[in-house]
């Protein structure tokens, strides 16, 4: 079975421009949950959203967002993007909204520059 | 949710019993303490899970105390491939938990030949 799958794998932009992150997470999983990580910290969690629905968010601003998809596949959106954007971005997927155990994908490496 | 608090860094030599132990003080009744594993460049990959006194699986064991204010993870007989960060998670793994889960820094574990 394939495991979460995360597109793209790198991605280089520019200060002010926006990016979208793609997650398809495990086939009958229907949360996904979107974490930041930067070079030398531990994840730090955005979204997470179960059935279409956003069911948690994290400490980011607006410029923030995201979405679920009937096929439960989702995407991160990052507008008007900041030089500390620059980061590791991860999606787990579960199969319910209770987080016993969370499957990571390897994550889009972006960079702002 | 309980903060952890976790050794920085930890050096062993391939084939002994490595033990990393995570203080978790303000760890509540419905809390459940989780740990990750996560190589450079990919996501976390859950390890182990346990409530109270020992678990055992496949790669890893969990020792917990009665007072449940820490908690120590054993992997035996360490390889070069166990050269990874290793992060302890406190939270509430129930029902209406909104899949946000709390990394710290985590341990970096550094095997040597």
């Known amino acids: 079975d394939a495991g979460v799958t995360q597109s793209p794998t790198h991605l280089i932009k520019t200060r002010g421009q926006q990016v979208t992150l793609r997650c398809s997470p495990i086939?009958?999983?229907?949360?996904v949950s979107w974490y930041q990580q930067v070079l030398g910290q531990g994840p730090q969690f955005i979204f997470q959203y179960y059935e279409k629905e956003e069911r948690g968010r994290g400490n980011f601003p607006d410029r923030f967002s995201a979405r679920q998809f009937p096929n439960y596949s989702s995407e991160l959106n990052v507008n008007a993007l900041l030089l500390g954007d620059s980061a590791l971005y991860l999606c787990?997927?579960?199969?319910?909204?209770?987080?016993?155990?969370?499957?990571f994908g390897s994550g889009t490496q972006l960079s702002v520059l | 949710l309980a903060k952890t608090t976790q050794p920085i860094s930890m050096d062993s030599y391939e084939g002994q019993e490595v033990n990393i132990t995570c203080s978790h003080n303000n760890i509540a009744t419905n809390d459940y303490i989780t740990w990750y594993q996560q190589f450079p460049s990919q996501g976390p990959r859950f390890i182990i899970q346990?409530?109270?006194t020992k678990v055992t699986n496949e790669v890893a064991s969990l020792f917990i105390p009665a007072d449940r204010k820490s908690s120590t993870l054993s992997l035996p007989r360490v390889s070069l491939s166990d050269t990874a960060v290793y992060y302890c998670l406190v939270g509430d793994m129930g029902s209406g938990n909104t899949g946000k889960l709390i990394f710290g820094q985590g341990t970096t574990l550094q095997v040597k030949p």
């Open positions: 346990g409530y109270k």
């Open positions: 787990a997927s579960s199969l319910w909204r209770n987080n016993e155990k969370l499957f």
């Open positions: 086939s009958g999983h229907k949360s």
